[in-house]
């Protein structure tokens, strides 16, 4: 759990630093777009050590194909205030 805590830290202040970049630059559009990868990599990150539900390697479920990316601006819809 330690080692995946750090690589979530390291993720973030990744990320923080992107950011904080692209506002002083005024890149509205690349802050959106780096907050929705930001989620998408932590999210990642987070199962990847888990592995499968079952280990069955004929399981539809748990070896279903990669779902395409969400489409662009999903943050900012769910929360249209920030």
């Excluded at 330690?2 to 390291?10: K, P, V």
Aim: proline content about 6%.
């Amino acid at each position: 759990m330690d080692r995946q805590a750090e690589r979530l830290r390291e993720l973030h202040e990744t990320y923080v630093w992107k950011v904080n970049a692209a506002v002083g630059e005024g890149r509205d559009d690349l802050v959106w777009r780096l907050v929705d990868e930001y989620a998408d990599r932590a999210l990642r990150l987070m199962t990847a050590e888990h592995g499968t539900a079952c280990g069955r390697p004929d399981c539809a479920m748990c070896h279903r194909p990669a779902r395409p990316a969400r489409p662009a601006g999903w943050f900012r819809r769910l929360f249209p205030g920030l």
